[in-house]
């Protein structure tokens, strides 16, 4: 069965962007040479989840598509017209299209996020590990790691990793 991982910077105080969705704060930790292992995490999934919203932000971005060779998917409840990027619409529930997609062979899966599809996913029991890149900020408001009403659910810490910048890196399995 193939895992989905969520793989996620979040502030002290569990947002994932501004209310306005920026995330310039997330420049406070960059370091040149230090990925925090996402190059390595990268290289280990074959596929991406994203919410409508997080993906209109990976777009608004500029630049080209930075997940080119991966299966790339999109969820949203309205249908989206034609796009020029490698990605696949979704507006199929997507607690059973993540089900599907599990029981079906292939690599790991990345839960990009963002805090909607989080807890979408996480209340179905969908999310398999957390790797969280906690950032040395309170924003205060903000968009939520999980959004809505996540279900009270427990984990298991089996990493954890702490860097000179501040960002403390911990991964968590479903119990
Ligand atoms: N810090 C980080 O590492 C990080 C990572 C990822 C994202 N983010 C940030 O998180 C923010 C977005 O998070 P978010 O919670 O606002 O939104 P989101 O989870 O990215 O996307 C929400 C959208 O998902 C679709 N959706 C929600 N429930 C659905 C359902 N039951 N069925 C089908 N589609 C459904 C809807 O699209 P429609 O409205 O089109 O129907 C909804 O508007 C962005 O600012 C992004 O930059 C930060």
Redesign the pocket.
Known sequence: MRNVLL????SIDG????T????DW?SSVEKENEDYGYGEFLDSVDTTL?????????RGFGGPFPYPGLNNY?????E?GPDSNPVQH??????AFVKGLKSQPGGNIWL?????????LLNAGLIDEMIL?I?PIVLGEG???F?GHPKETKWRLTKHEVFDTGLVQVRYVAE
């Open positions: 793989y996620i910077a979040a947002y994932i962007a501004r306005d969705g920026g995330i997330l994203m919410g409508r919203k997080t993906y209109d932000d990976v999109v969820f949203s409840r309205q989206q979704v507006t199929e529930n997507p607690a990009i996020g963002g805090g909607q599809l989080n807890t979408l890149s950032i968009i939520p790691l959004g």
